[in-house]
C-alpha cells in the first residue's frame, strides 16, 4: 500500500473551516448588529412618533382647559344675569302693586265700610277703617280671599266707634298680596 499523506489536506480543510467559520461569525455578528440598529431606529421613531402626539394631545388639553376655564366664566355671567333680570322682572311687577291694590279694594270693600288708613309693606296690607255691620267685614274677608290676587285676611281688632249719625265699629285688618305665581292676576 502506498503510503499517502493526508495531513496536510486536512490541515488545509482545517484552516479554510475556521475561516468560513469566523467570516460566517462575523457576517452573522455584522447582520445581528444591524439589525439591532434597525430596530432600535424603528423603535426610537414610533417613541418619538408617540412623543409628538402626546406633546399635541398636552396641547389641546391646555386649549381645551382655557375654554372650559372662558364656558365657566360665561354661566357665572350668564347666571349673574338671569339673577339681575329675575330682580328687575320682579321689581316690575311689583312696581304697580299699590296701583293694582287701589283698583281692587275698589271691588272687594262693600258698601258701608269705610277705609281711614291703608298702609303697604313687605307684600302686606293693614287696614284700619270703619263698618256698619260686621257681617259687612265678612263679606269683605269673603272678597279678599276669593279675589285671588289677595289673601290670608284676618282681623286683628274690632272696637265700638261712634254711634251717631249712625253706629259704626272700628277695625284693623291684615292680608296679603298673593305672589303671581299662586294667585291669578
Known amino acids: 500500500m502506498s503510503n499517502i499523506n493526508l495531513l496536510p489536506w486536512r490541515d488545509d480543510y482545517k484552516k479554510k473551516k475556521k475561516q468560513q467559520f469566523f467570516v460566517v461569525l462575523v457576517l452573522s455578528a455584522f447582520v445581528v448588529l444591524g439589525l439591532s440598529y434597525g430596530g432600535k ?4 421613531t414610533l417613541i418619538s412618533a408617540q412623543e409628538q402626539r402626546n406633546q399635541f394631545l398636552q396641547t389641546q388639553t391646555i386649549i381645551i382647559d382655557r375654554r372650559i376655564a372662558e364656558i365657566s366664566q360665561i354661566k357665572k355671567e350668564k347666571a349673574e344675569l338671569e339673577r339681575r333680570i329675575n330682580l328687575i322682572q320682579q321689581l316690575e311687577k311689583k312696581r ?5 291694590l287701589f283698583n281692587t279694594l275698589v271691588d272687594v270693600v262693600p258698601a ?13 296690607v ?3 277703617g270703619m263698618s256698619e255691620s260686621n257681617n ?25 266707634g261712634p ?3 249712625i253706629k259704626l265699629s272700628n277695625f284693623a285688618m291684615k292680608f296679603i298680596v298673593v305672589p303671581e305665581s299662586k294667585g291669578e292676576k
Request: charged letters at 20%; proline letters at 2%; hydrophobic letters at 40%.
Open 41 to 44: 431606529m424603528y423603535v426610537d
Open 96 to 100: 304697580n302693586y299699590a296701583t293694582q
Open 112 to 124: 258701608g265700610i269705610y277705609l281711614n288708613n291703608v298702609g303697604f309693606a313687605n307684600e302686606q
Open 126 to 128: 293693614d287696614v284700619k
Open 136 to 160: 259687612r267685614l265678612a263679606k269683605m274677608m269673603r272678597n279678599i280671599d276669593s279675589s285671588g290676587w289677595l289673601g290670608d285676611s284676618y282681623i286683628s281688632s274690632i272696637v265700638a
Open 163 to 165: 254711634s251717631k249719625p
